[in-house]
């Protein structure tokens, strides 16, 4: 690389600090506002140790782009209005365990898009200069976020999961995607979006349970009895829904039954009850939205076997129930 001439120094430097804190990808505007010009940009790019991203940025490595790089790549693309939206700011924000096939970035209707392959660059009425967040790379806050690549997701399933997913990781409280689900006035996701709010708020645990039972009902299966508390070894339960002739018990699982702190519980629970010869169904409340037929289908089939007549037979089936 031929040595640079002294007084290019200071602006090279310059341009290098902002690339470092920007995944290597710098705007043409900042590399201007630091004393470059536009020969000596271009100069870079054609000796190939930099690379154009886009019509409005540059790499300042003629490496592999990271995905910050891209994060702020597709932001100064988009203009100075631009922020990372949806999935792709949860992404950015810090989400784990998902991936964008595109980076989504949403700028105000009225807005003039460039067109990217490798961005999906929208105008959105949904914009709004208050979501963003003041640090990093401009992008919606969480909640905002999270609700959003909700009503995008190409699926419902997706969208369940990506609202689950962002209280999980503690990327914001359920409260907070909550307040921002009643922003939402208008769109054909909405009416989900605001049940799985409302399953992670754990606010509608009985209403849904009874949901559940009338369901049921309407299949042509007996109902069952509710919330009924049992003693056991390892002190007291709540079943959930038990029908006792058929020994048959479904525990419906909010979203607190994926967190840490209750796995170990739950199946030192579950291990009880099958220890004494019930037969035990998990059913999560996300599944029973998105899949209801598989999983009543199963409750169905655990059902069609018919009651169970002699109790102490199936418990000598299970030697340590007698224990303790």
């Known amino acids: 690389m031929p040595a640079q001439p002294h007084h290019d120094l200071p602006a090279l430097v310059a341009a290098r600090r902002l690339a470092t804190a920007q995944g290597g990808v710098v705007s043409r505007r900042q590399l201007y506002a630091v004393g470059l010009t536009r020969w000596q940009v271009r100069g870079q790019v054609r000796a190939r140790r930099w690379q154009r991203v886009g019509d409005q940025s540059v790499c300042l490595h003629n490496a592999a782009i990271s995905d910050v790089g891209h994060h702020w790549a597709a ?17 950015a924000g810090g989400l784990q365990r998902y991936e964008v096939d595109r980076v989504r970035v949403s700028v105000p209707r009225g807005a003039r898009v460039r067109r990217d392959r490798r961005y999906d660059i929208r105008q959105t009425r949904r914009w709004d200069a208050g979501d963003v967040v003041p640090t990093g790379v401009p992008r919606a806050r969480p909640a905002t976020a999270a609700v959003r690549a909700a009503l995008w997701a190409r699926t419902d399933r997706q969208a369940a999961y990506l609202l689950t997913l962002t209280v999980q990781q503690g990327l914001a409280t ?4 909550g307040s921002e689900a009643l922003r939402v006035r208008r769109d054909r996701r909405r009416v989900l979006v605001q049940q799985v709010v409302h399953e992670l708020l754990e606010g509608a645990r009985t209403l849904d349970e009874a949901a559940i039972v009338r369901e049921l009902v309407r299949r042509g299966l007996p109902a069952p009895a509710r919330q009924v508390v049992r003693r056991g070894r390892h002190g007291r339960y709540v079943l959930d829904l038990h029908w006792p002739g058929h020994r048959l018990v479904v525990e419906v699982d909010g979203i607190q039954h994926a967190w840490a702190e209750h796995v170990v519980g739950d199946a030192v629970r579950q291990n009880d009850l099958v220890l004494t010869g019930e037969r035990v169904l998990r059913v999560p409340m996300l599944g029973l939205r998105l899949e209801p037929d598989t999983f009543y289908g199963q409750i169905e089939q655990a059902l069609a076997a018919g009651p169970v007549q002699d109790r102490d037979v199936m418990r000598t089936e299970h030697p340590l129930a007698r224990s303790g």
């Open 75 to 91: 932001v100064f693309q988009g203009g100075p209005r631009a922020y990372l939206d949806g999935a792709s700011a949860l992404v």
């Open 174 to 177: 359920a409260e907070e995607v």
